[in-house]
C-alpha cells in the first residue's frame, strides 16, 4: 500500500506540520492550544491523521512521529514565547503506542528541557484506550511527568469501552468531553449523559473541558451544566502556527 510506504519520507521532506486550535476557558479567554497533526501530500494534499496515524501505529514508527510531534510543538511554542504572543498550556496528542515505550516519562522531560520548554507549558492527551489495565505498568512515567508540572487529559472521554478505575489511580487533570456527546445535547438522554460526564469530572476535580463546539447555543448548554473550558470551530478552527498567533487575543 504505496501511502504506508510514502510515510517513511514524509517527515524527511518536511510534509508533516502541526495545526493550533485554542482551547478557553468561560469567559472566552485563551487557555491553551492543542496540537493536531498533518501530513502534506504532494499528490493526495492534506491528509487527516484519522488516515494515516492507523498507518503509522501498524507499522511500528508512532515513536518516532509522536516525537517529531512533540520537537515541533516545543519549537513553536519556543517561538511563540519568546515573542510573548502565548503564555497558555499546549497539549499535544499521545498514541498508547508511545506511553508504552520504554522510559517514556524521562524522554519527554528530556526532550522539554532539550528544548528549554518548562514542562507547566505542555499537557499530554491521551486516550482512554491506552489507560487499559494490562498496560499499567507502562503508564508509570505518567506521576513522573505530572509531578515534574505536565498536566495530563484525557481524550474522547466516554467513548473508549475502557474501565474507569484508572480515573482512581492514575494522575489526571482533565476530562475531554468527546464531540459525539457535545452533538446529542437537547435531547433528555444526551442531556443527562453530559451531565453525568461532568459529574464524573466534578467529583474527582478534575477540569472538564468540551470538545466540537460549534455553536452558541451549545457554549451556554454546557454552562450552565457547569463546564468551564471549551474547544471548538466556534472558538478557533485548527490552524498553522503563524496564523495562529495572528488570530488568537494574548492567552492569559
Ligand atoms: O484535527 P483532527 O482531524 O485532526 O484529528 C483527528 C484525530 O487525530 C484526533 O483524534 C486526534 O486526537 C488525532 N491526532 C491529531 N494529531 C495527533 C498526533 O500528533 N498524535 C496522535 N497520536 N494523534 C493525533
Ligand atoms: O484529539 P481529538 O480526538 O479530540 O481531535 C479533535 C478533532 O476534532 C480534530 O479532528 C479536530 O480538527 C476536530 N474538531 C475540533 N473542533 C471541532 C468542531 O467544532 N467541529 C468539528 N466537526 N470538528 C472539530
Ligand atoms: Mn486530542
Ligand atoms: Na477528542
Known sequence: FSLERELDRAIEDNQLALHYQPQVDSTGHLIGAEALLRWRHPDHGWISPNTFIPLIERRGQMVSFGQWVLEQACRDLKAWQQRGSFNGRLSVNVSPYQLQAYNYGQKVLDTLKAYDVP????????????MVEEASSSLAGLPLLRRAGVTIAIDDFGTGFSSLSYLGRLPIDTLKIDKAFVDQLGTRKGDALLKALMNIGQSLDLK???EGIERENQHRALQEMGCRYFQGYLFGKP???DQFVLEQPKAV
Open 119 to 130: 514542562p507547566s507549558s505542555i499537557g499530554l492527551e491521551l486516550t482512554e484506550s491506552g
Open 239 to 241: 490552524v498553522s502556527a
Open 208 to 210: 472538564v473541558l468540551a
